[in-house]
């Protein structure tokens, strides 16, 4: 015969009962002894290692009669046992894990929102200061092409030197014009040069004459 029988609470309690049955000589019936109770949320393995002996309610009486009722190493593995096909730690434990991760996740939104609106402002701040230096170290137009034809001039180096090392030729080191249909890369890299030289250069010499910043040349007399 069994030692004790777990009963499991009723109406949304949360302990369990432990009872005994015994025959009574005198009335000659099966009587139900209250042993004490165990709360269904305890953690099965908590029990089984002896470190949870406490959630375990004995009543006095049980164990004062004359065989006294102790939770021992077979009364924690019956009721470990029990607990783990009809307790609620499992449940519990998984729902206090989700409401962590969710506090996690919403943690972790809240920190990625405020971290955008920082970026976003410091982003902004950043822009404001390079537009404000840029402003202040504005080149004027005329600086910025001589700045850039010099930069030109070492690119246009730097790439015929490639270029020739590769095996490109000139098809004539005379300047063929500023098209070049056909030919080699080296010639394609001479024609954009000429459309630099001849074009562009030109085009400014002729808006420092309109500026009156040199002299225009005047035709010779009696030329024809």
Not at 3 to 21: C, D, E, N, S, Y
Not at 71 to 82: K, L, P
Not at 180 to 204: K, W
Request: charged share 30%; glycine share 6%.
């Amino acid at each position: 015969m069994k030692r004790f029988i777990i009963k499991p609470p009723r109406g949304g309690a949360q302990r369990a009962t432990l009872v005994t049955h015994q025959y009574d000589l005198m009335t000659q019936r099966t009587r139900t002894v209250y042993l004490g109770s165990v709360d269904i949320r305890l953690n099965p393995d908590r029990l089984r290692s002896g470190l949870a002996d406490e959630e375990v309610h004995i009543k006095p009486a049980a164990v004062a009669c004359a065989t006294p009722f102790v939770v021992d190493a077979g009364v924690r593995t019956e009721i470990a046992d029990w607990l783990e096909l009809h307790g609620t730690f499992a449940q519990t434990e998984l729902a206090a894990q989700r409401e962590k991760e969710r506090r996690l996740e919403a943690e972790l939104a809240a920190r990625r929102e405020v971290e955008a609106v920082v970026r976003s402002s410091i982003e902004a701040d950043v822009r404001a200061e390079l537009a404000a230096e840029m402003e202040q170290h504005r080149l004027h137009p005329v600086d910025a092409a001589v700045a850039a034809v010099k930069a030109a001039g070492e690119a246009l180096i730097a790439e015929a030197l490639q270029l020739r090392e590769l095996g490109s030729r000139l098809t004539s080191i005379r300047a063929q014009g500023v098209n070049a249909v056909g030919g080699t890369q080296l010639d394609a890299l001479q024609a954009a040069a000429n459309r630099l030289r001849l074009q562009e250069f030109a085009a400014f010499e002729s808006a420092c004459k309109k500026a009156g910043l040199m002299k225009s040349r005047r035709p010779r007399q009696g030329a024809h």
